[in-house]
Protein backbone atom coordinates (compact mmCIF):
# COMPACT_ATOMS: atom_id res chain seq x y z
CA UNK A 1 0.00 0.00 0.00
CA UNK A 2 1.07 3.52 -0.76
CA UNK A 3 1.17 5.51 2.12
CA UNK A 4 2.08 8.76 0.58
CA UNK A 5 -1.42 10.70 -0.34
CA UNK A 6 -3.39 8.28 1.31
CA UNK A 7 -5.89 9.12 4.41
CA UNK A 8 -5.61 6.86 7.83
CA UNK A 9 -7.40 6.24 11.00
CA UNK A 10 -5.38 5.21 14.14
CA UNK A 11 -6.68 4.84 16.57
CA UNK A 12 -5.66 4.96 20.81
CA UNK A 13 -3.50 7.67 18.69
CA UNK A 14 -3.70 9.69 21.81
CA UNK A 15 -0.08 7.99 23.62
CA UNK A 16 2.21 5.37 23.07
CA UNK A 17 2.61 3.28 20.55
CA UNK A 18 -0.49 4.61 18.74
CA UNK A 19 0.68 8.48 18.78
CA UNK A 20 3.80 7.09 17.14
CA UNK A 21 2.05 5.29 14.75
CA UNK A 22 -0.03 8.38 14.09
CA UNK A 23 3.27 10.13 13.41
CA UNK A 24 5.20 7.65 11.09
CA UNK A 25 2.22 7.83 8.87
CA UNK A 26 2.62 11.40 8.61
CA UNK A 27 6.29 11.32 7.95
CA UNK A 28 5.43 9.04 5.11
CA UNK A 29 3.21 11.46 3.23
CA UNK A 30 -0.19 10.25 5.43
CA UNK A 31 -3.18 12.27 6.26
CA UNK A 32 -4.18 10.89 9.50
CA UNK A 33 -7.16 11.55 11.86
CA UNK A 34 -6.19 10.48 15.24
CA UNK A 35 -8.68 9.09 17.38
CA UNK A 36 -8.95 8.52 21.37
CA UNK A 37 -10.81 8.75 24.50
CA UNK A 38 -8.48 11.15 25.52
CA UNK A 39 -8.83 14.53 23.14
CA UNK A 40 -6.31 16.13 24.78
CA UNK A 41 -3.28 13.44 23.67
CA UNK A 42 -5.26 13.73 20.34
CA UNK A 43 -5.04 17.36 20.10
CA UNK A 44 -1.04 17.16 21.07
CA UNK A 45 -0.18 15.56 17.64
CA UNK A 46 0.94 18.08 15.11
CA UNK A 47 -0.63 17.53 11.83
CA UNK A 48 -3.43 15.47 12.31
CA UNK A 49 -6.62 16.03 12.71
CA UNK A 50 -7.89 14.82 16.20
CA UNK A 51 -11.13 12.88 16.86
CA UNK A 52 -11.87 12.57 20.32
CA UNK A 53 -14.28 9.28 21.12
CA UNK A 54 -15.06 5.75 22.20
CA UNK A 55 -13.97 2.81 19.88
CA UNK A 56 -16.54 0.81 20.76
CA UNK A 57 -19.43 3.39 20.03
CA UNK A 58 -20.65 3.11 16.60
CA UNK A 59 -21.17 6.70 16.30
CA UNK A 60 -18.25 7.74 17.48
CA UNK A 61 -16.03 5.16 15.05
CA UNK A 62 -18.04 6.14 12.02
CA UNK A 63 -17.56 10.20 12.66
CA UNK A 64 -13.62 9.66 12.82
CA UNK A 65 -13.72 7.12 9.63
CA UNK A 66 -15.70 9.62 8.18
CA UNK A 67 -13.55 12.36 8.78
CA UNK A 68 -10.63 10.16 7.43
CA UNK A 69 -12.70 9.78 3.88
CA UNK A 70 -12.89 13.80 3.73
CA UNK A 71 -8.86 14.00 3.81
CA UNK A 72 -8.21 11.48 0.74
CA UNK A 73 -8.95 7.37 -0.14
CA UNK A 74 -9.24 5.98 3.19
CA UNK A 75 -6.61 2.92 2.76
CA UNK A 76 -4.89 2.25 6.33
CA UNK A 77 -6.50 1.60 9.48
CA UNK A 78 -4.54 0.79 12.80
CA UNK A 79 -6.29 -0.23 16.06
CA UNK A 80 -4.27 1.00 19.21
CA UNK A 81 -6.37 1.83 21.71
CA UNK A 82 -6.12 -0.92 24.58
CA UNK A 83 -6.75 -1.07 28.41
CA UNK A 84 -4.95 -3.24 30.34
CA UNK A 85 -6.33 -4.03 33.86
CA UNK A 86 -4.83 -6.41 36.43
CA UNK A 87 -7.14 -8.39 38.32
CA UNK A 88 -6.84 -11.87 39.41
CA UNK A 89 -9.53 -14.86 38.74
CA UNK A 90 -10.03 -15.13 42.59
CA UNK A 91 -8.32 -12.29 44.06
CA UNK A 92 -7.80 -11.31 47.97
CA UNK A 93 -11.64 -9.33 47.71
CA UNK A 94 -13.10 -12.40 45.98
CA UNK A 95 -13.90 -13.41 42.63
CA UNK A 96 -12.78 -10.90 39.17
CA UNK A 97 -15.04 -8.81 38.72
CA UNK A 98 -17.36 -9.46 35.83
CA UNK A 99 -17.78 -5.75 34.67
CA UNK A 100 -13.89 -5.45 34.54
CA UNK A 101 -14.33 -8.24 32.49
CA UNK A 102 -16.62 -7.07 30.40
CA UNK A 103 -15.52 -3.73 29.73
CA UNK A 104 -12.15 -5.39 28.76
CA UNK A 105 -12.95 -7.42 26.04
CA UNK A 106 -15.54 -4.37 25.67
CA UNK A 107 -12.49 -1.56 24.87
CA UNK A 108 -10.08 -4.35 23.12
CA UNK A 109 -12.19 -6.91 21.30
CA UNK A 110 -15.41 -5.24 20.16
CA UNK A 111 -13.56 -1.71 19.31
CA UNK A 112 -11.11 -3.65 17.40
CA UNK A 113 -13.77 -5.39 15.58
CA UNK A 114 -16.17 -2.17 15.84
CA UNK A 115 -13.45 -0.28 13.71
CA UNK A 116 -12.29 -2.85 11.39
CA UNK A 117 -16.23 -3.36 10.31
CA UNK A 118 -16.72 0.25 9.70
CA UNK A 119 -13.38 0.85 7.72
CA UNK A 120 -13.46 -2.08 5.46
CA UNK A 121 -17.14 -1.11 4.64
CA UNK A 122 -15.34 2.43 3.28
CA UNK A 123 -12.40 0.97 1.71
CA UNK A 124 -14.92 -1.49 0.10
CA UNK A 125 -16.20 1.77 -2.03
CA UNK A 126 -12.46 2.57 -3.18
CA UNK A 127 -11.20 2.40 -6.23
CA UNK A 128 -8.72 -0.43 -6.47
CA UNK A 129 -4.97 0.10 -6.79
CA UNK A 130 -2.79 -1.15 -9.38
CA UNK A 131 -0.68 -3.61 -10.10
CA UNK A 132 -2.73 -6.17 -7.56
CA UNK A 133 -5.95 -4.46 -6.83
CA UNK A 134 -5.45 -3.75 -3.37
CA UNK A 135 -7.95 -1.25 -1.55
CA UNK A 136 -6.50 -1.11 2.12
CA UNK A 137 -5.08 -2.38 4.90
CA UNK A 138 -5.86 -2.78 8.70
CA UNK A 139 -3.81 -3.06 11.14
CA UNK A 140 -5.13 -4.76 14.61
CA UNK A 141 -3.14 -4.66 17.88
CA UNK A 142 -2.90 -8.00 19.94
CA UNK A 143 -0.31 -8.88 22.64
CA UNK A 144 2.21 -11.56 23.61
CA UNK A 145 -0.50 -11.70 26.18
CA UNK A 146 -2.52 -13.45 24.22
CA UNK A 147 -0.13 -16.59 23.71
CA UNK A 148 1.94 -16.19 27.25
CA UNK A 149 -0.57 -14.53 28.98
CA UNK A 150 0.98 -13.93 33.07
CA UNK A 151 -1.21 -14.12 36.21
CA UNK A 152 -3.62 -11.18 36.73
CA UNK A 153 -4.25 -11.25 33.02
CA UNK A 154 -7.06 -13.41 32.15
CA UNK A 155 -9.74 -10.81 30.63
CA UNK A 156 -6.67 -9.04 28.82
CA UNK A 157 -5.40 -11.87 27.24
CA UNK A 158 -9.01 -13.42 26.07
CA UNK A 159 -9.45 -10.10 24.56
CA UNK A 160 -6.26 -10.24 22.89
CA UNK A 161 -6.76 -13.44 22.06
CA UNK A 162 -9.49 -12.76 20.49
CA UNK A 163 -7.65 -10.08 18.47
CA UNK A 164 -5.46 -12.90 16.82
CA UNK A 165 -8.66 -14.55 16.07
CA UNK A 166 -9.94 -11.88 14.04
CA UNK A 167 -7.38 -11.58 11.16
CA UNK A 168 -7.75 -15.25 9.15
CA UNK A 169 -11.22 -15.00 9.08
CA UNK A 170 -11.08 -11.11 8.24
CA UNK A 171 -8.70 -11.34 5.70
CA UNK A 172 -10.01 -14.44 4.00
CA UNK A 173 -13.62 -12.36 3.66
CA UNK A 174 -12.12 -9.15 2.90
CA UNK A 175 -9.83 -10.88 0.12
CA UNK A 176 -12.44 -10.23 -2.75
CA UNK A 177 -12.14 -6.34 -1.99
CA UNK A 178 -8.67 -6.51 -2.00
CA UNK A 179 -7.99 -5.30 1.83
CA UNK A 180 -5.49 -7.15 4.00
CA UNK A 181 -6.06 -7.71 7.63
CA UNK A 182 -2.60 -8.21 9.95
CA UNK A 183 -2.19 -8.37 13.61
CA UNK A 184 0.46 -7.02 15.24
CA UNK A 185 1.36 -8.89 18.64
CA UNK A 186 4.06 -7.01 20.98
CA UNK A 187 6.12 -7.79 23.62
CA UNK A 188 6.52 -5.12 26.01
CA UNK A 189 7.17 -1.71 24.92
CA UNK A 190 8.46 1.80 26.72
CA UNK A 191 4.74 3.68 26.99
CA UNK A 192 2.64 4.97 29.42
CA UNK A 193 0.64 1.76 29.86
CA UNK A 194 3.60 0.66 31.04
CA UNK A 195 4.61 3.15 33.20
CA UNK A 196 1.00 2.45 35.12
CA UNK A 197 2.33 -0.07 36.94
CA UNK A 198 4.31 -0.77 40.57
CA UNK A 199 8.42 0.18 40.08
CA UNK A 200 9.16 -3.45 41.37
CA UNK A 201 6.79 -4.81 38.16
CA UNK A 202 8.48 -2.24 35.72
CA UNK A 203 11.98 -2.84 36.84
CA UNK A 204 10.93 -7.38 36.52
CA UNK A 205 9.84 -6.38 33.39
CA UNK A 206 12.59 -4.38 31.89
CA UNK A 207 14.86 -7.10 32.86
CA UNK A 208 12.91 -9.63 30.67
CA UNK A 209 13.82 -9.16 26.88
CA UNK A 210 16.60 -11.84 25.47
CA UNK A 211 17.88 -9.55 22.53
CA UNK A 212 17.67 -6.53 22.71
CA UNK A 213 17.57 -6.76 26.40
CA UNK A 214 15.54 -3.07 26.28
CA UNK A 215 11.97 -2.38 25.99
CA UNK A 216 10.89 -1.62 22.54
CA UNK A 217 10.46 1.99 21.66
CA UNK A 218 7.10 2.93 20.41
CA UNK A 219 8.87 4.29 16.84
CA UNK A 220 10.12 0.19 16.06
CA UNK A 221 5.76 -0.70 16.23
CA UNK A 222 5.16 2.43 14.39
CA UNK A 223 7.82 0.11 11.51
CA UNK A 224 6.40 -2.39 11.76
CA UNK A 225 2.70 -0.87 10.79
CA UNK A 226 4.73 1.14 7.84
CA UNK A 227 6.43 -2.62 6.88
CA UNK A 228 2.89 -3.85 7.07
CA UNK A 229 1.84 -1.59 4.92
CA UNK A 230 4.69 -2.07 2.27
CA UNK A 231 3.97 -5.88 2.07
CA UNK A 232 1.27 -7.20 0.02
CA UNK A 233 1.82 -10.89 1.04
CA UNK A 234 1.48 -10.00 4.96
CA UNK A 235 -2.16 -11.02 5.20
CA UNK A 236 -4.48 -12.91 7.19
CA UNK A 237 -1.84 -13.62 10.26
CA UNK A 238 -0.36 -11.96 13.19
CA UNK A 239 3.43 -11.03 13.88
CA UNK A 240 5.19 -10.92 17.41
CA UNK A 241 7.28 -8.13 17.79
CA UNK A 242 8.92 -9.01 21.17
CA UNK A 243 13.14 -9.62 21.21
CA UNK A 244 12.22 -13.19 21.32
CA UNK A 245 10.28 -12.78 25.24
CA UNK A 246 7.92 -15.17 26.32
CA UNK A 247 6.10 -13.89 29.24
CA UNK A 248 7.00 -16.24 32.59
CA UNK A 249 4.27 -16.96 34.78
N1 LIG B 1 3.00 -1.06 25.77
C1 LIG B 1 3.15 -2.37 25.69
O1 LIG B 1 4.13 -2.95 26.17
C2 LIG B 1 2.10 -3.20 24.96
C3 LIG B 1 2.34 -4.58 24.85
C4 LIG B 1 1.43 -5.36 24.18
C5 LIG B 1 0.29 -4.80 23.64
N2 LIG B 1 0.06 -3.47 23.77
C6 LIG B 1 -1.16 -2.93 23.18
O2 LIG B 1 -0.84 -1.85 22.34
C7 LIG B 1 -1.93 -0.91 22.33
C8 LIG B 1 -1.39 0.46 22.67
O3 LIG B 1 -0.82 0.38 23.96
P1 LIG B 1 0.05 1.57 24.60
O4 LIG B 1 1.13 0.91 25.36
O5 LIG B 1 0.35 2.57 23.58
O6 LIG B 1 -1.02 2.10 25.67
P2 LIG B 1 -1.42 3.59 26.11
O7 LIG B 1 -2.20 3.41 27.35
O8 LIG B 1 -0.19 4.44 26.13
O9 LIG B 1 -2.36 4.05 24.92
C9 LIG B 1 -3.62 3.49 24.72
C10 LIG B 1 -4.55 4.60 24.26
O10 LIG B 1 -5.84 4.03 24.01
C11 LIG B 1 -6.80 4.97 24.44
N3 LIG B 1 -8.10 4.30 24.69
C12 LIG B 1 -8.40 3.47 25.72
N4 LIG B 1 -9.68 3.08 25.62
C13 LIG B 1 -10.20 3.67 24.51
C14 LIG B 1 -11.47 3.67 23.89
N5 LIG B 1 -12.48 2.96 24.40
N6 LIG B 1 -11.63 4.39 22.75
C15 LIG B 1 -10.62 5.13 22.23
N7 LIG B 1 -9.40 5.18 22.80
C16 LIG B 1 -9.18 4.46 23.92
C17 LIG B 1 -6.22 5.57 25.70
O11 LIG B 1 -6.84 6.82 26.01
C18 LIG B 1 -4.76 5.70 25.33
O12 LIG B 1 -4.45 6.96 24.78
C19 LIG B 1 -2.95 -1.44 23.33
O13 LIG B 1 -3.96 -2.14 22.63
C20 LIG B 1 -2.14 -2.40 24.18
O14 LIG B 1 -2.95 -3.40 24.75
C21 LIG B 1 0.95 -2.65 24.43
Redesign the pocket.
Known sequence: MQVNGAAALV?????????ATARSLLAAGARVVA????GA?VAALDGAVPAT????SEADVAAALDAACGLGPLRVVVN?????PAARVVGRNGPHDLALFERTLR??LL?TFNVLRLAAARMQALEATAPDGERGVIVN?????AEDGQVGQCA?AAS?AGVIGLALPAARELARSGIRVVTI?????E????AGLPEAAQAAIRALPPFPAR??K?EEFAAMVLAICANLLLNGTTLRLDSALRLPP
Open positions: TGAGSGLGAMDLNGGDVACAGIAVNGTASIAYKAPGLFTPMLLGP
